[in-house]
């Protein structure tokens, strides 16, 4: 359960189970209205679902880097990173993980990182790179839109102030947290973490601030429409980093990681599938697991679809044979019919920087 359960329903949110949280799937006002409100102006999401795994001390970084995909090479104390923990025998997607850095360390002892899997892959994350799960001892917080950090800066004004994909320490109210310059929508944002017994206050005074609260209905139509992966969707078992197209998560250069000679495999032979984005000519989106059709035979299947409001029409991931490229007209089979539709680029909508 959520830190922030007893202030969802208190605003009438709709809860559903995620990954075996309770969690809002919307407001009162809709998913629409959410939605339209991240990408005109400022809302504020629960991702307290989200593990946070703290790997400390001597040897941190090395079992990081050589257990995960990206090089922290390329980054420092005080960034965040994205990357993947691969599956050793095939390479697939077993979770994509954020790493917040913390500021303040370096490479010799006393490093300190934040380590954030998806809701249900916590366990298997420590397993894989040991550490401490301090998940149910803090929320985070997601403010995220155009005007995020000017309505944050009068609630928390040194979270307002991390750049993205930075990490800073920060105290609330003399209370210890940590924000970071990330979030999951492809508008410009913050995530801050902060200890469960001040989760409610600091909740409370972001809506005070005049940010709108958003269920998990609005940060899939969001990050659809941005182009980004989901665990489940287009990424999972099967799955490897270059068959979403995620190819620059993989730092080759860097020596070994876990499931590396399996990408490599793949690398030399070739993906046999790729991720392609679907627009759909009217409302009607596809959805996941659909069948997609080049010239009467079956290509592949859909992932993630929706119905995009910013755009007005239906829109989708799927993972296509690797010759279909963007242009090419399509038809997806959503419950015996057959809906239209083209092979487009994605992000479906620009992804934005501060």
Request: aromatic letters at 6%; charged letters at 20%; hydrophobic letters at 40%.
């Amino acid at each position: 359960m959520s830190p922030l359960d007893a202030e969802h329903r208190r605003l009438g949110a709709r809860m559903v189970d995620f990954g075996g949280w309770e969690m809002p799937l919307s407001y009162p006002d809709g998913t629409l209205v959410e939605h339209r409100s991240c990408r005109e102006a400022a809302v504020a999401f629960d991702v307290s679902h989200l593990g946070t795994v703290v790997v400390g001390g001597d040897g941190a970084f090395d079992r990081l880097q050589g257990t995960l995909t990206n090089d922290l090479n390329r980054i420092g104390p005080g960034r965040a990173q994205y990357t993947h923990l691969l599956d050793p025998d095939d390479a697939s997607v077993v979770d994509d993980i954020i790493v917040w850095w913390l500021d303040g360390v370096d490479h010799a002892g006393g490093a300190e990182f934040h380590v954030m899997p998806n809701a249900s892959n916590t366990a298997e994350v420590v397993g894989a790179i040991g550490g401490d799960d301090v998940t149910e001892g803090r929320a985070v917080i997601a403010v995220q839109g155009p005007s995020a950090r000017e309505r944050l800066s009068s609630v928390a004004p040194e979270a307002a102030d991390v750049a993205r994909f930075a990490v800073r320490r920060i105290e609330w109210r003399g209370t210890p947290c940590v924000a970071a310059g990330t979030g999951y929508t492809g508008e410009d944002g913050v995530e801050v973490a902060v200890p469960t017994e001040v989760a409610p206050a600091f909740w409370q005074a972001v809506l005070d601030a005049g940010v709108v609260p958003a269920g998990l209905g609005a940060r899939d139509t969001l990050r659809l429409e941005a182009g980004l992966p989901l665990h489940g969707h287009e990424l999972g078992p099967g799955i490897t980093p270059l068959q979403a197209g995620l190819g620059w998560v993989v730092a080759w250069d860097k020596g070994s990681f876990r499931g590396r000679a399996a990408l490599e495999a793949e690398r030399s032979a070739g993906v046999t599938r790729a991720l392609r984005g679907l627009a759909v000519e009217g409302r009607q989106p596809p959805r996941q697991g659909c069948p997609v059709l080049v010239g009467g035979a079956v290509a592949g299947e859909v992932t993630s679809g929706n119905f995009s409001p910013t755009l007005g029409h239906g829109i989708g991931m799927a993972l296509l044979d690797p010759t279909v490229e963007a242009g090419t007209e399509v038809v997806v089979e959503v419950r015996g019919q057959a809906l239209a539709a083209r092979v487009v680029p994605t992000p479906f909508v620009g992804m934005r920087r501060p």
